[in-house]
């Protein structure tokens, strides 16, 4: 998910390059979205490791 996020920041950065506002501005918050919600599940993954320890 994290190449996901990136992937959509880079699509962002160049559809801003271009004008494109609209593109640009949909692909930050997909963006955005992907990388929260990898987060989440990173902080998850460590505390059940944390725990089953």
Not at 39 to 46: G, I, K, P, R
């Amino acid at each position: 998910m994290l190449r996901w996020s990136i992937a959509f920041f880079l699509i962002a950065l160049v559809a801003a390059f271009f004008g494109f506002g609209g593109i640009a501005a949909g692909a930050v918050t997909i963006a955005r979205m992907l990388f929260y919600v990898f987060f989440v599940l990173f902080l998850l993954s460590l505390i059940v490791r944390l725990v089953s320890r």
